[in-house]
């Protein structure tokens, strides 16, 4: 499956951005889908992710109450909406597709999209 992330820009702290993932290949109904993000000499690490069907959603402790992750198989897409951005969520952030995805460490074996800088001024 490849990924296209899209959506990130500069916004001022407080605001909002929605990030997209849009998948084309395998059916994506078939994969979980996760977004991850980095930061300039930091590990990759886990923000949000949602399960084949839609349920199984987890968040990383640091954006939850503030990101919200969904997916429209129809449209081959998931999405992150990211509202109450800090200066601390700039990063680049990655789409990530598998058949499961764990919160934590990324994996190697995910497909992974090309990511998205985001940038949060304050």
């Known amino acids: 499956v490849q990924l296209q992330a899209s959506g990130g820009g500069l916004v001022q702290a407080g605001g909002s951005l929605r990030l997209s993932c849009a998948a084309s290949?395998?059916?994506?109904?078939?994969?979980?889908t996760g977004w991850f993000r980095q930061t300039p000499g930091k590990a990759r690490e886990f923000v949000a992710a949602?399960?084949?069907?839609?349920?199984?959603?987890a968040y990383a402790d640091s954006v939850k109450g503030r990101f919200t992750i969904s997916r429209d198989t129809a449209k081959n897409t998931a999405y992150l909406q990211m509202n109450s951005l800090k200066p601390e969520d700039t990063a680049v952030y990655y789409c990530?597709?598998?058949?499961?995805?764990?919160?934590?460490?990324?994996?190697?074996?995910?497909?992974w999209g090309q990511g998205t800088q985001v940038t949060v001024s304050s």
């Open positions: 990530a597709a598998s058949p499961t995805i764990e919160v934590g460490r990324p994996k190697s074996s995910y497909y």
């Open positions: 290949g395998r059916t994506f109904s078939s994969y979980a």
């Open positions: 949602i399960g084949r069907s839609g349920g199984g959603i």
